[in-house]
């Protein structure tokens, strides 16, 4: 006799069980999705063996028991759903399809109640898979965060589960590997795909300092990076937790049919009643006949498609924002999106990019200053007015060195544009030495760039006391700065005696994002009336950006109460309530967010308290976001609107045609439902939306 057979083991060496194992796989592969297909498909199995049975002579009892099992398989779901819901002291759709398949089986059409159990069956299978669809997108972020993370610990390397990570530890993320926390940056450089969390369709450069989120991509450097928020706090898991609640908030449309819903269903039954008993008794109308042209009536009258409308197409809608980096937090915000009147923006952070850039480099010609190092540029090259461009380009870069070699020792924000921008066209930052700080004015250092060179960087008043060169021609341009809403600070060579050479004028600004101009024309072209800017910055500055982006009114020097007022005074028009959006993404905005009929946050950048408040959250910072978001839900207004005045048409077709032309209870069923798998399709059309330029 042959040995039996060793078990074989897993690749964790320990024997599977098998029994346990393939119970377990199963239950995890039957889905309630699963189970009703699989009674869909035994439904219509049964259906269509009862229907053969019934014409070939056999016992009567045969095509009884497929019957049977068809009504079994095909409406177990209903009367569980009619149950629960008489138990709320409600009557829905369920109950009347159930009520229908019954007096089907009374009126001797067995075939017919088994018919519309099997297509109420698959049109609800096909409800679920649609609506599923459209939360899939977002249950897939669930599996973007990994569940461990390399600890930084004490100069080892731990594989740690991330629910152990506490604020301010450091992990490394490899290349190919996803972020598993927020966090800064500490040490390494990087491209991330941050397309799962903002919906960026670019990779976007990091460096030391940068904010990382989790669940996107690094791409190429190894990085070590800061812990700065628990798993439960992250932007993924704050997303994923707004999109739950947001496909559990109800757009007004939807929660007006729910309601609708009750009081036409008991309608529907009442008229059932009285068409069975009415015409028997005051007509002498066939009893048979009364009671089957009754159900042929509750079976086309029930409002399935009605009310199945419009969630098909508003969690479709949502999906389709979600894919894009747009949350809508509910389809209330989502209908509302496309009623607005007036959009109000703040400046920073939102139509510019929230931070000081140089903008400008401006050459003051005049006599070259001294240089001792024979090796260096010629200092003289600062000084000529008529050169060509690679020339004048080495010239500001001269200048920019010279400044970001002073600047290096400074932590204003001014400092750190002029010193970022340096590094960013490649320029190697010399040491500085002799480093001092006059506040409100301006620094200076020994430069060890040109031989060792004394430069002051400063506004005009740092320099009162000096005896100075080429100052004229930098207030014309300081000025003409000024009136473009632009920062602006001397460079100059200073020597003991008190003599300032000027040698250029660095311009500073937060510029404006490079897509704003042209959002607010796109916004002008779908019919919004005004555009808005309200900022607390100063009144030039504020107008500089306006020209430059188009917005049609300009509020600066606002406080947080004044930007309420504003929103409130928009609001209120002239006469005529309009509805206002405000975008914004500080602390300072959010009063203003939850004052708006709608409030826009600029999501990843955005402050935690405006990402709360808001009803609506762009998490690429994408601008471009606005005019899609607003597009977007006019499209699923008008899908709405087609599947209502369908849903509605359909019904009345039916019921006269049911009452007045002795409509056959097949065909009655055939339109019912069919029509309800038609408005889900046109529904999930909205998953495929995309905007027309």
């Keep these: 006799m042959a040995a039996p057979a060793q078990p074989r083991l897993s690749a964790t060496g320990t024997q599977p069980a098998p ?89 001797g059409s067995p075939f017919e109640g088994a018919m519309l159990l099997f297509l109420f069956s698959l049109s609800n299978v096909l409800q679920a898979y649609a609506l599923g669809r459209t939360r899939s997108a977002i249950q897939a972020l669930m ?3 990994p569940d461990r993370a390399l600890l930084k610990r004490d100069g080892e390397t731990v594989l740690t589960p991330i629910e152990q990570l506490a604020v301010g530890d450091h992990i490394l993320v490899r290349p190919g590997e996803r972020v598993p926390l927020d966090g800064v940056i ?81 309608g529907v039954i009442l008229f059932t009643l009285l068409m069975i008993i009415v015409p028997p008794a005051l007509f002498n109308a066939p009893f048979e006949e009364s009671l089957y042209r009754a159900i042929t009536v509750m079976v086309v009258a029930s409002p399935c498609a009605l009310i199945i409308s419009t969630p098909a197409s ?31 923006f703040d400046k920073t952070g939102t139509l510019t990019v929230g931070k000081p850039t140089v903008t400008d480099v401006t050459i003051i010609p005049m006599a070259a200053p001294e240089c001792d190092d024979a090796s260096a540029p010629s200092a003289g090259a600062l000084h000529s007015p008529h050169i060509p461009d690679h020339i004048r380009l080495e010239q500001e870069n001269i200048l920019l060195t010279l400044a970001a070699s002073v600047e290096s020792k400074s932590e204003h924000p001014l400092a750190l544009a002029i010193v970022d921008t340096a590094k960013h066209r490649g320029l190697n930052i ?52 000024q009136d473009e809403g632009k920062t602006s600070v001397l460079v100059a060579k200073i020597n003991a005696d008190m003599r300032a050479n000027i040698l250029g004028v660095i311009a500073i600004a937060d510029v404006v994002r490079p897509n704003a101009a042209g959002v607010i024309k796109r916004l002008r072209e779908l019919g919004i009336k005004r555009t808005v800017m309200l900022t607390g ?53 959010a009063p203003a967010l939850a004052s708006a009929t709608l409030g ?87 998953l495929m939306f995309r905007e027309r330029q």
């Design 19 to 107: 029994t346990s194992s393939l119970f377990s796989r199963t239950r995890a592969w039957l889905t309630p999705l699963r189970l009703e297909a699989i009674c869909v498909a035994i439904t219509f199995v049964a259906m269509m063996a009862g229907l053969i049975t019934s014409h070939v002579g056999v016992n009567p009892a045969v095509p009884a028991l497929f019957y049977l099992i068809a009504y079994v398989s095909g409406g177990i779901f209903g009367v569980q759903a009619g149950i629960e819901s008489l138990r709320h002291f409600r009557i829905d759709v369920d109950l009347l399809m159930i009520l229908a398949a019954l007096g089907a089986v009374v009126v």
């Design 314 to 344: 508003i969690l479709s809608a949502i999906a389709n924002g979600a894919r894009r980096g747009i949350l809508f937090k509910g389809g209330a915000h989502l209908e509302r999106a496309g009623q607005l009147d007036i959009i109000a």
């Design 430 to 481: 010399p040491e500085a030495t002799d480093f001092v700080n006059t506040t409100g004015k301006g620094v200076r250092a020994r430069t060890a760039f040109m031989g060792g060179l004394t430069i002051a960087i400063g506004n005009p008043r740092y320099f009162d006391g000096y005896q100075t060169v080429g100052m004229e021609r930098a207030m014309r341009e300081v000025i003409r700065l």
């Design 600 to 686: 826009v946050a600029m999501g990843a950048a955005g402050t935690d308290v405006a990402l709360e408040t808001a009803d609506v959250v762009l998490m690429s910072d994408d601008l471009r976001n606005i005019p899609y978001a607003i597009s977007l839900s006019r499209q699923a207004r008008r899908v709405v609107i087609q599947n209502l005045t369908f849903a509605i048409a359909v019904i009345v077709l039916l019921v006269i045609a049911a009452l007045g032309f002795e409509l056959p209870l097949p065909v009655g069923v055939v339109g019912h439902e069919g029509s309800t798998v038609i408005v889900v399709l046109n529904g999930l059309r909205l």
């Design 143 to 145: 599996k973007l965060r």
């Design 537 to 589: 910055d100063n009144e030039r500055v504020a107008r500089a950006v306006a020209r430059q982006t188009g917005v049609d009114e300009v509020y600066a020097d606002l406080l947080p109460g004044d930007k309420v007022a504003q929103i409130k005074r928009l609001r209120e028009g002239d006469g005529k309530p309009n509805d206002v959006a405000m975008v914004g993404d500080g602390v300072n905005d």
């Design 186 to 266: 500490v040490e390494g450089e990087s491209t991330l795909d941050q397309s799962s969390v903002t919906g960026e369709s670019m990779p976007v450069s990091k460096g030391v300092g940068d904010m990382v989120f989790a669940g996107t991509v690094n791409q190429s450097g190894s990085l070590e990076v800061k812990v700065t928020k628990l798993a439960r706090d992250s932007t993924i898991a704050r997303l994923i937790r707004m999109v739950e609640e947001a496909q559990s908030q109800k757009a007004p449309t939807e929660r007006f049919l729910d309601k609708f819903e009750q009081v036409y269903a008991v």
